[in-house]
C-alpha cells in the first residue's frame, strides 16, 4: 500500500521562500503520477502541480507557474516542492498525491483520480 508523508511547511513572509517535501513508501511504478495540491479554508482542493516520480513531464498550474518547482535528489521517490515569490494567496494545506500507476496526462489536475494522499502540510504567508 502506497503512503505519502509532507513536511516543510511553515509560516513565511510575502516575497519569500519554502521548501515542501513528500515521500511516499509501498514504491510506486517510476512512471506513476505525483502531484500537489492545496487547500485553503472555505474553498475547494486546487491542483498546484504534477509530475512522475521518475521525473520528465512536469505540470503546473497558472497560479504557480515561474514561482513553484517540482524536482527530486537523489532519491526518485521523494519530491520537493520549491515555492519563491510566495504571495499570502497561496496559504492553504498543501497536500501530495499519487497512485500507484500512471495517471494519463490529461487528467493530472483531475484530484479524483489519485487514491493516495498525505496528511497535509500548513503554508502561511503574511503581508
Known amino acids: 500500500q502506497v503512503q505519502l508523508e509532507e513536511s516543510g511547511g511553515g509560516l513565511v513572509q510575502a516575497g519569500g521562500s519554502l521548501r515542501l517535501s513528500c515521500a511516499v513508501s509501498g514504491r510506486p511504478d517510476g512512471d506513476a503520477t505525483m502531484a500537489w495540491f492545496r487547500q485553503a479554508p472555505g474553498k475547494e482542493r486546487e491542483f498546484v502541480a504534477a509530475t512522475a516520480w521518475n521525473g520528465g513531464q512536469t505540470l503546473y498550474a497558472d497560479s504557480v507557474k515561474g514561482r513553484f518547482t517540482i524536482y527530486r535528489e537523489q532519491d526518485r521517490y521523494t519530491k520537493y516542492l520549491q515555492m519563491n515569490s510566495l504571495k499570502p494567496e497561496d496559504t492553504a494545506v498543501y497536500l501530495c498525491?499519487?497512485?500507484?500507476?500512471?495517471?494519463?496526462?490529461?487528467?493530472?489536475?483531475?484530484?479524483?483520480?489519485?487514491?493516495?494522499w498525505g496528511q497535509g502540510t500548513q503554508v502561511t504567508v503574511s503581508s
Open positions: 498525491a499519487t497512485r500507484p500507476r500512471r495517471v494519463i496526462f490529461g487528467r493530472w489536475r483531475d484530484a479524483a483520480v489519485y487514491d493516495s
